[in-house]
């Protein structure tokens, strides 16, 4: 455990929709928590047997609170296993470890309104943002759009607790969809546009922002990349001198943690840049698998995100 | 010891038309036109069918701008009589624009400066306005002392118009207000400032 984390207790574990529920933790010492920004996340570490699991999930709780943090977890379908280990292994009174809230999806705050779209568990950051937005009397709207409505997390809730003019809510199955040309070709100026949830939401958002006009500057995005599995390999580590195992099912940062080797990290999914880590040698493939690095560096072969890319080929050394 | 070499000077890279935006506004003083002329190739009828130029021609070089933009056949195109009137226009314009919009702005330094106020103060981002810089180098000055601002400012040292100050201009700009920084010269030995140095020409 760093110095930045906590060592909390699980207070409440709700089950809020299909697949998805919310879990409370409060800290042991009973102290008070840090007051974090809409948009934060903490990473979760959890031991699961021999092996650590740390997965970030974006804080939902009201950010102003510091009595407890709150965050919802779907349990994913091909989950890596932190979905599913707490969803089945997590009990009231547990105590696992967390960092403290770090912000890489904080609304521009200059922002004259603010357009929320959220699909699925992608909801959650939103929920800390829109305490936030309201207190201070910011204009928002939040599209909202699930699959089936079993599995919406909190649909009735937010049209109940911030109206039906700032939340709208969309279920595919029952054939609504958000109507995204309509919502962005009338924002006045000064709006900014936040995305989170799956990629292909995500991509389809981002594309209708910049087709109807929109500068970059004011379209945002939260990727939940999850690291993917593949081929197991073994890194050197030119710096340590030692060598490393990784896995099928374990990133390079992962295998690294459980090796005792410190690596930096923020996001674990492949957005933030804090994972770059130099290739000092490799015979074989870098596969790719961030949002981090330009398509020059990736083909450079120099640089590597650790959290999330993988490699493929007889050996590979990184500069840790 | 007249030029400091502080870092908060303004780039400006240059207009291209974003082909994706779906109104685009130009504001474009004297020389400025040029770096919407010169795109002519760039210009299809669906672009300028929603483009709208704002010109002031000012100073003596900006003859003949005015015809040469009128044959661009845009969907509006007015000639201010002065950069106020520009200006206020131009809070009208924005104040009902929406976020497929884009400005451009071409002129000097202190004309893009009090442009981009006008923008930024409409919610706009400085980093999503594309900005040229044609014409004279002349400065626009703010005094730090009086906090009076001299337009056209093509020397250092100069006299304050408000205050009668010998100033030396700093590369320091300041965005809010668009203008770059005077400072006095000869404070530590009244009367003893060194010959002006056309640097702004
Ligand atoms: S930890 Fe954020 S990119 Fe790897």
């Known amino acids: 455990m760093s110095q930045t984390d906590f060592s909390v207790r699980v207070a409440s574990v709700t089950p809020v929709a299909e697949t998805i529920k919310r879990f409370r933790f409060e800290r042991v010492d009973g102290e008070a928590l840090p007051i974090f920004s809409g948009g934060a996340h903490i990473v979760v570490s959890m031991k699961d047997g021999s092996v650590t699991r740390r997965n970030a999930y974006s804080l939902m709780s009201d950010p102003a609170d510091p009595s407890g943090y709150e965050i919802?977890?779907?349990?994913?379908?091909?989950?890596?296993?932190?979905?599913?280990?707490?969803?089945?292994?997590?009990?009231?009174?547990?105590?696992?470890?967390?960092?403290?809230?770090?912000?890489?999806?904080?609304?521009?705050?200059?922002?004259?309104?603010?357009?929320?779209?959220?699909?699925?568990?992608?909801?959650?950051?939103?929920?800390?943002?829109?305490?936030q937005f309201d207190k201070a009397g910011v204009a928002f709207e939040l599209h909202y759009a699930v699959r089936e409505r079993a599995r919406g997390a909190y649909l009735e809730d937010l049209v109940a607790r911030y109206g039906s003019a700032r939340v709208k809510t969309y279920v595919s199955e029952e054939g609504t969809r958000i109507p995204l040309e309509d919502i962005l070709t009338r924002q006045p100026l000064g709006t900014h546009l936040y995305v989170c949830g799956p990629d292909r939401l995500i991509a389809g958002v981002l594309d209708a922002g910049r087709d109807a006009g929109w500068p970059d500057y004011n379209l945002h995005a939260e990727h939940f990349l999850t690291p993917p599995p593949g081929k197991p390999f073994s890194v050197e580590l030119t710096r340590s001198g030692k060598t490393v195992?990784?896995?099928?099912?374990?990133?390079?940062?992962?295998?690294?943690?459980?090796?005792?080797?410190?690596?930096?990290?923020?996001?674990?999914?492949?957005?933030?840049?804090?994972?770059?880590?130099?290739?000092?040698?490799?015979?074989?493939?870098?596969?790719?698998?961030?949002?981090?690095?330009?398509?020059?560096?990736?083909?450079?072969?120099?640089?590597?995100?650790?959290?999330?890319?993988?490699?493929?080929?007889?050996?590979?050394?990184?500069?840790? | 010891m007249l030029v400091e070499p502080i870092k908060s000077r303004p780039v400006y890279k240059g207009i291209t038309v974003d082909p994706r935006a779906r109104r685009h506004i130009f504001v474009l003083e004297g020389e400025?036109?040029?770096?919407?002329?010169?795109?002519?190739?760039?210009?299809?009828?669906?672009?300028?069918?929603?483009?709208?130029?704002?010109?002031?021609?000012?100073?003596?070089?900006?003859?003949?701008?005015?015809?040469?933009?009128?044959?661009?056949?845009?969907?509006?195109?007015?000639?201010?009589?002065?950069?106020?009137?520009?200006?206020?226009?131009?809070?009208?314009?924005?104040?009902?624009?929406?976020?497929?919009?884009?400005?451009?702005?071409?002129?000097?330094?202190?004309?893009?400066?009090?442009?981009?106020?006008?923008?930024?103060?409409?919610?706009?981002?400085?980093?999503a306005i594309p900005t040229e810089h044609r014409g004279s180098l002349a400065r626009r000055v703010q005094c730090v002392h009086c906090k009076g601002i001299t337009e056209n400012v093509t020397t250092s040292p100069f006299t304050c118009t408000h205050c009668g100050l010998s100033l030396f201009v700093r590369d320091h700009y300041s965005r809010r207000i668009g203008a770059f920084q005077g400072v006095i010269i000869d404070a530590e030995e009244p009367g003893n400032v060194p010959e002006p140095e056309e640097l702004y020409l």
């Open chain 2, 32 to 127: 400025g036109a040029n770096a919407l002329l010169e795109q002519k190739d760039k210009l299809t009828p669906a672009i300028l069918a929603e483009t709208d130029i704002l010109y002031v021609a000012r100073g003596s070089v900006g003859r003949g701008y005015e015809e040469a933009l009128a044959a661009l056949d845009a969907g509006s195109d007015w000639t201010a009589p002065t950069v106020e009137t520009l200006l206020f226009r131009l809070k009208v314009v924005l104040g009902s624009a929406d976020m497929g919009t884009r400005l451009y702005i071409a002129g000097t330094e202190g004309f893009i400066g009090q442009a981009m106020q006008i923008a930024l103060d409409a919610g706009m981002d400085y980093s």
């Open chain 1, 72 to 131: 919802s977890v779907a349990k994913a379908e091909e989950s890596r296993g932190g979905s599913v280990f707490m969803h089945e292994k997590v009990k009231v009174g547990d105590v696992l470890t967390i960092s403290a809230p770090v912000n890489l999806f904080s609304p521009d705050w200059r922002g004259r309104k603010h357009i929320l779209i959220a699909g699925g568990i992608g909801i959650t950051p939103f929920m800390s943002m829109m305490a």
């Open chain 1, 245 to 320: 195992a990784v896995g099928e099912h374990e990133s390079i940062l992962e295998a690294l943690e459980a090796a005792g080797v410190d690596a930096p990290y923020l996001c674990r999914g492949g957005a933030c840049g804090q994972c770059e880590t130099g290739v000092a040698a490799c015979e074989g493939i870098l596969l790719h698998n961030d949002l981090f690095l330009s398509d020059d560096e990736k083909a450079s072969g120099k640089k590597i995100m650790i959290c999330v890319s993988r490699f493929e080929g007889q050996r590979v050394a990184l500069e840790l």
